[in-house]
């Protein structure tokens, strides 16, 4: 199946900061999603996003579907963007669910 | 905005009960998930539904099962809990027509704690 790899597995930031979190997927997809899960443990949808760029607020999101990767972009960091992000990938063949990556723990500090 | 339904969202029990954890959602999606979650570490799907009175087991293998009666009701039930069923359960929709897995929408979790 496809295989997903995130970097880095964890970040520590400056509140401020701007932040790059990469996904790169084995396969060509026909679905790719960015979440984040909250220290409640809930994953809030933040990107569907297959191909091209998006942006909402202060984050923004690019998937190379050629080149097999995605990007998340998280600009002037707050402390509420602490939490794991996890990105997932549904390959254009072969199963028909969603492969989660092992996540980004990004902790923002004061 | 997703709204799917998870209940109970803690539950902390004893060995060898039977627990039904149940999920909900409104928007008429056909297609729904349970994932397990560990602490810190990546989500594995363990049962999904295509719809109603469709059940399949996923990639991780568990000793829970679900039903699909209603589009809109897929419970999990753990018939004889044990500690190593210790665990956050995530249940989950997507739209989309046919087989392929549209945008994904996640419930609350439900975090189970086995004595």
């Known amino acids: 199946g496809i295989q997903v790899e995130q970097s880095p597995p964890d970040l520590i930031l400056q509140e401020g900061a701007n932040s790059t979190l990469r996904c790169n997927f084995s396969d060509s997809v026909n679905n790719l999603q960015w979440f984040h899960q909250n220290p409640w443990g809930q994953l809030i949808n933040l990107f569907y996003?297959?191909?091209g760029t998006k942006q909402n607020g202060r984050l923004s999101a690019t998937t190379v579907a050629t080149e097999r990767y995605s990007l998340l972009y998280i600009s002037s960091s707050q402390t509420t963007d602490s939490g794991v992000y996890f990105c997932?990938?549904?390959?254009?063949?072969?199963?028909?669910?969603?492969?989660f990556g092992t996540g980004t723990r990004l902790t923002i500090i004061p | 905005e997703a709204d799917i339904y998870q209940t109970p969202r803690y539950l902390v029990i004893g060995t060898g009960k039977k627990i039904t954890l149940e999920c909900s959602q409104t928007?008429?999606?056909?297609?729904m998930y349970w994932y397990q979650q560990d602490p810190g570490m990546e989500l594995h799907l363990i049962h999904y539904?295509?719809?109603?009175?469709?059940?399949e087991k996923g990639d991780l293998s568990s000793e829970s099962t679900v039903s699909r009666i209603r589009t809109e009701h897929f419970p999990l039930t753990l018939e004889s809990a044990r500690p190593s069923h210790t665990s956050q359960y995530l249940c989950a929709s997507s739209e989309g027509a046919g087989p392929l897995t549209g945008e994904l929408f996640f419930g609350e979790g439900s975090r189970l704690t086995v004595l």
């Open positions: 539904s295509y719809g109603v009175n469709s059940t």
């Open positions: 996003i297959p191909s």
């Open positions: 928007m008429g999606h056909d297609k």
């Open positions: 997932a990938a549904l390959a254009n063949f072969g199963n028909e669910k969603l492969t």
